[in-house]
Structure formats: structure tokens, C-alpha cells
């Protein structure tokens, strides 16, 4: 069974830093892209940014808000990805989601494995 | 960016309704388009993708359908666990951006 898991959220004042990371399991994580969208509270989703999968350049894409704050990585031997948050402000508030980018030829990724996300709240 | 525009953003309906909800794009993206179903406090659900195309294990009352900058999600009978929200994402240009959703209740 395909599982992604997230963890590291929590409370942390504007201007710091953290680490969030994403667990799979069930799939050969080298071959996907890994993914990162959120979700304010009460409010709809926002894609945040993705790392593609080393088969196809380990390259990142970002959404402009987090761009040059937030940086997306994998480490493939541990099975491990992480959204690396800085400078965070209150607005980067909500739950964080990993998932995994599937893609048909085309190179163009939709999600099909969610996490159960990991609450982030950034306030003084 | 793209911008995705979803109506309605609520919807009202009876079990064994058929429902469609419409994604409209700011500019096209050829038909990557993937449709999500969202419960409260829980993760998103993948659907459909690329615009058509029915994800493994979701039943066959759900169907997508369209191209350019306008698609439909169709629920063609809707059963007591579809009440949920549903988002479109456009996935064929950089940022990725979603819809604002549609909330479908029970009437």
C-alpha cells in the first residue's frame, strides 16, 4: 500500500526556521516526484513546490510565494524528502501536505498519494 | 499564472442527483487537469487526471470531461459519501494552481 507520512510541524514564531519531512513507504520512491501543497485554515489548497524524481534531474519548481524561502529535497538512500521553511511569516500558516507526483508521457505531474499532512502555525 | 475558477462554489443536491461542477482556466493548458475530493480534516483524494482519465479504485459515477479552459466533473449519482469539497488543479503549466473549490452538501 502506497503511504506517505509528514512530520515535523508545529508552532514557531515568524522569522524562524523549519524542517518538515515526508516518509514514504509501499513504492520505489527514487522513481517519483515528491510534492508539497498546503492548506490555511478553512481556506483551498495551494501547491507549494516539488522535486522530481533523480531519473529526471532531481530539478525543483516553486510557487512564487515560497520561492528563495522554502527548499524542497530528497535524499533517495533514506527514503526521505523535505520542505526546508525559512523566514516564515504568519501566512505559511496551515497543514502541509506531501504527495506523490505520477505522470503519463508528457512529464507533467498530478498527485496521486496524499499524506495526512502536519500542522504548521507561525505566530508570535 | 493560471488562474482556475470553479462553479459553483456550493452546490446543494439529493442522494441519486446527478451533479457537474465547471473548472474555467484564465488560459489553456491542453487537458492536464486533475479533479480532487476533499473531506473535512482529511487529505485529498485524487479522481480524475488529465482531464478524462478515472483514477484506479474511484467508482465509475465520477467522470470528467472537456479541453482548453473548460472542464466538468460529473457525478452522475450522487450516494451519501460524495458530500465532500472538490477541487480542480491544472498541472500543464508552472505554478501548479488549484481551484477554490465547490462544496457539495446535502440538500
Known amino acids: 500500500e502506497v503511504q506517505l507520512v509528514e512530520s515535523g510541524g508545529g508552532l514557531v514564531q515568524p522569522g524562524r526556521s523549519l524542517r518538515l519531512s515526508c516518509t514514504p513507504s509501499?513504492?520505489?520512491?527514487?522513481?517519483?516526484?515528491v510534492s508539497w501543497s498546503r492548506q490555511a485554515p478553512g481556506k483551498g489548497l495551494e501547491w507549494v513546490g516539488f522535486?522530481?524524481?533523480?531519473?529526471?534531474?532531481?530539478?525543483?519548481e516553486y510557487a512564487a510565494s515560497v520561492r528563495g524561502r522554502f527548499t524542497i529535497s530528497r535524499d533517495d538512500s533514506n527514503r526521505i524528502a523535505y520542505l526546508q521553511m525559512n523566514s516564515l511569516r504568519t501566512d505559511d500558516t496551515g497543514v502541509y501536505y506531501c504527495?506523490?507526483?505520477?505522470?503519463?508521457?508528457?512529464?507533467?505531474?498530478?498527485?496521486?498519494?496524499w499524506g495526512q499532512g502536519t500542522l504548521v502555525t507561525v505566530s508570535s | 499564472d493560471i488562474q482556475m475558477t470553479q462553479s459553483p462554489s456550493t452546490l446543494s443536491a439529493s442522494v441519486g442527483d446527478r451533479v457537474t461542477i465547471t473548472c474555467r482556466a484564465s488560459?489553456?493548458?491542453?487537458?492536464?487537469l486533475a479533479w480532487y475530493q476533499q473531506k473535512q480534516g482529511k487529505a485529498p483524494k485524487l479522481l480524475i487526471y488529465?482531464?478524462?482519465n478515472l483514477e484506479s479504485g474511484v467508482p465509475s459515477r465520477f467522470s470528467g470531461g472537456g479541453s482548453g479552459t473548460e472542464f466538468t466533473l460529473t457525478i452522475s449519482s450522487l450516494q451519501p459519501d460524495d458530500f465532500a469539497t472538490y477541487y480542480c488543479?491544472?498541472?500543464?503549466?508552472?505554478?501548479?494552481?488549484f481551484g477554490q473549490g465547490t462544496r457539495l452538501e446535502i440538500k
Open positions: 488543479q491544472q498541472y500543464g503549466a508552472y505554478p501548479i494552481t
Open positions: 522535486v522530481r524524481s533523480k531519473p529526471s534531474g532531481a530539478t525543483t
Open positions: 509501499g513504492f520505489p520512491f527514487g522513481d517519483y516526484t
Open positions: 488560459q489553456s493548458f491542453s487537458s492536464w
Open positions: 488529465k482531464a478524462s
Open positions: 504527495s506523490r507526483g505520477n505522470t503519463v508521457p508528457g512529464a507533467k505531474y498530478y498527485f496521486d498519494h
